[in-house]
C-alpha cells in the first residue's frame, strides 16, 4: 500500500507516520510537509515544500498513490475566519483536488474536530468552516473520510507543535485515566488514531464521518 502523509510532524501526523512504519503491508509513505520528520526508515521519502499547495513539481511522484492521510491543520484561536479559511478550507481543498485529479477514487482521510458544524450555520466560526472544507470534500471523486477526535493523548513521545496544547497537555495527563472511565467516548490515543486510519484505508467503515466512537471501532478497540 502506498500513502501520502501531509502534517506529518503534527501530533496526530507522527501517530499516523508510526503506525504506517509499523504495518509491513505499507509499501511507502511519501511526507509532504515543510520540514523533516528527522525519521529515517527505507519506505519513507520526504518532499519539503515551503507551501505544500505548490504540488506541480511533484505530481510525479504523486501518483499510484492508494491513499492520502491528511491531519494537516491549525488551531483557530485568535484566528478570524476568513485567516482561518484560507488554511483550514482553501489549502485543503487545492490539495485534495489535485490529488483527485492524480489518483481518483484513492482514499483520503481528512482529520475534522468533534463538534464539526455540517449545517455550516452554527455560532461557532471553527466548526463552521471545517463543516464546510467537510461537505466539499465529500463532494470530489475520493473516498474520503472525515475524522472527528475530541481529547487526543499522545503517546510513544510524540508532543504537539503548540507550545499551549503541551503544556495542556502535560497538565491534563493525571487526569486522563479518571477521563477514560468517565467519558471512554470523549478519548482517543494518537496510537489509535493512526491504527484506525489504515483500518479504513483497507476495510472501509460504514459511515463517512467517524466520531470517537467510530475511530475507536475502527481502531480495534
Not at 510532524?9 to 520540514?35: E, F, K, N, P, Y
Not at 486510519?197 to 483497507?202: K, P
Request: some cysteine; overall charge positive.
Amino acid at each position: 500500500m502506498r500513502t501520502i502523509l501531509f502534517g506529518a510532524t503534527g501530533m496526530v501526523g507522527q501517530g499516523v507516520l508510526r503506525a504506517c512504519l509499523a504495518d509491513a503491508q505499507v509499501t511507502q509513505i511519501l511526507s509532504v510537509s515543510r520540514v523533516s520528520t528527522g525519521l529515517s526508515d527505507s519506505r519513507l521519502e520526504e518532499i519539503l515544500l515551503q507551501d505544500v499547495t505548490q504540488l506541480a513539481a511533484v505530481e510525479e511522484r504523486l501518483l499510484g498513490a492508494d491513499a492520502c492521510f491528511f491531519p494537516l491543520g491549525v488551531s483557530s484561536a485568535g484566528m478570524t475566519e476568513d485567516a482561518y479559511t484560507r488554511i483550514t478550507y482553501d489549502l485543503t481543498l487545492s490539495i485534495a483536488e489535485r490529488l483527485a485529479h492524480l489518483n481518483p477514487g484513492m482514499v483520503f482521510v481528512y482529520v475534522s474536530g468533534q463538534g464539526t458544524d455540517s449545517t455550516q450555520q452554527g455560532r461557532t466560526m471553527w466548526a463552521r468552516v471545517k463543516g464546510r472544507t467537510e461537505n466539499a470534500l465529500l463532494s470530489l471523486p475520493l473516498r474520503t473520510f472525515l475524522f472527528r477526535p475530541g481529547f487526543i493523548q499522545p503517546l510513544d513521545g510524540i508532543q504537539s507543535r503548540t507550545p499551549l496544547y503541551r503544556l495542556a497537555y502535560k497538565l491534563l495527563a493525571p487526569l486522563v485515566p479518571l477521563m477514560r472511565r468517565i467519558a471512554p467516548h470523549q478519548v482517543l490515543t494518537t496510537r489509535q488514531i493512526g491504527q484506525a486510519m489504515l483500518s479504513v484505508v483497507r476495510k472501509g467503515y460504514p459511515t463517512s464521518i467517524l466520531e470517537v466512537r467510530d475511530i475507536r471501532q475502527a481502531a480495534g478497540d
